[in-house]
C-alpha cells in the first residue's frame, strides 16, 4: 500500500498499546469512546474500499483509466471542461451502484447512539449519508452536486442541463462541487472542519493514508487541543494516533460497537 504509510512507521518506538491483543484494543478504544464528550471521524477512500471503491493510490479502477492530473486538474478544467465532463458520467455511473458498508453503518449507528458527533469526509461518494449520518462535512464536494461559475445556480444529476460541458441557462459553464487538483478548498467546509477538529475530545481517524492537505493536517490540530486520536487503517498511517487498530474499517467499527458498554 502506501510507501508513506510505510515510511512512517519504521524508525521509532511504537506506542505499547499497539502490541496489545486486537481484544484489548476494542476494550480500549470503546473506553475512549465512551468517555469522550465530543467525537467525531476523519475518513478517507479507505472508508469506502469494502463498498468496492478503490483508494486512489491503489485503485486498478477508473483513475487507471482517466488520469488525474488531466481529468481532475482544476487548471485543466478551467481551460477545457469537458475532460472532466467526459470522466463524471463513468464516476457517477460506477459510484450510484455501490452501497454502504459495515463500516458506513456502524458510523451511522454511532451518530444514533449519540457515541459520534461530526463526521469530516474527504470521500465525494456520499455514502456517509446514504449510510444514514446527518453530521457529514464533504470537504472535498460531492459528486453529485455541481454549481454554475457565472450565476451560481446549483444542479444535481435530476437538473443537470445535458451536453460535455454541460451549461447553464445563463451560459456559464457548471462546475462539481468536488474539489479538483490545484483547486482552492470549499471555504465553509474547511472552517467548519477546523472548528470541529479543535474542538473534539477524540478523533477516529478512518481509512486516510493522511497524505492530502490540508485534511491530513486536521488529526494533527485535532492532537494539539488536547484531544485523543484512534486511527483504523489496515496500514496505519499516523505518527501520533494514541490507539492504532490494524484492521478493515468494516471490522474494526462494527467490533468497536460491540465493545461499548
Ligand atoms: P488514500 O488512497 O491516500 O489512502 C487510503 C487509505 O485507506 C490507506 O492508508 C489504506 O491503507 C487505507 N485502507 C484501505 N482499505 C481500508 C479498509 N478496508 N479500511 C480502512 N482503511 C483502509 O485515500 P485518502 O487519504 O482519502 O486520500 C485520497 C484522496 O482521493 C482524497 O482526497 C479523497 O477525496 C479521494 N478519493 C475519494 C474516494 C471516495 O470518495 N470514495 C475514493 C478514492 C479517492
Known amino acids: 500500500m502506501s510507501g508513506a504509510s510505510g515510511s512512517k512507521t519504521i524508525d521509532r518506538p ?14 480500549k ?11 467525531i471521524a476523519l475518513t478517507g477512500a479507505g472508508v469506502s474500499a469494502e463498498s468496492g471503491i478503490p483508494t486512489f493510490r491503489n485503485d486498478d479502477g477508473l483513475w487507471k483509466k482517466y488520469d488525474p492530473a488531466i481529468y481532475a486538474s482544476y487548471e485543466v478544467f478551467l481551460r477545457d471542461p469537458s475532460k472532466y465532463w467526459e470522466m463524471r458520467g463513468d464516476f457517477i455511473r460506477t459510484y450510484n451502484s455501490l452501497a454502504p458498508n459495515n463500516a458506513h453503518k456502524a458510523l451511522a449507528k454511532m451518530e444514533r447512539l449519540g457515541k459520534l458527533d461530526q463526521i469530516i469526509t474527504q470521500n465525494i461518494d456520499g455514502l456517509h449519508s446514504k449510510a ?4 457529514v462535512i464533504e470537504i472535498h464536494g460531492n459528486l453529485q452536486e455541481s454549481s454554475c461559475m457565472t450565476c451560481n445556480r446549483e444542479f444535481t444529476p435530476a437538473n443537470l442541463p445535458e451536453g460535455i460541458p454541460p451549461y447553464c441557462p445563463c451560459g456559464g459553464v457548471i462546475k462539481p462541487s468536488t474539489v479538483l487538483f490545484g483547486e482552492p478548498m470549499p471555504e465553509e467546509a474547511m ?3 477546523l472548528f470541529e477538529s479543535s474542538h473534539c475530545n477524540l478523533m477516529l481517524v478512518i481509512g486516510t493514508s493522511a497524505t492530502v492537505q490540508p485534511a491530513a493536517s486536521l488529526p494533527v490540530i485535532a492532537m494539539d487541543h488536547g484531544a485523543r486520536l484512534i486511527e ?7 505518527f501520533h494516533a494514541d490507539l ?9 467499527l462494527p467490533a468497536l460497537l460491540d465493545n461499548l458498554p
Open 132 to 135: 444514514g449520518n446527518r453530521e
Open 244 to 252: 492504532r487498530i490494524p484492521e478493515q474499517a468494516g471490522r474494526a
Open 232 to 238: 483504523i487503517n489496515p496500514e496505519p498511517a499516523l
Open 191 to 193: 472552517e467548519r472542519a
Open 14 to 27: 511504537l506506542p505499547v498499546i499497539y502490541n496489545c491483543l486486537m481484544d484489548d484494543l476494542y476494550i
Open 29 to 39: 478504544a470503546a473506553e475512549l469512546l465512551n468517555n469522550s464528550r465530543r467525537t
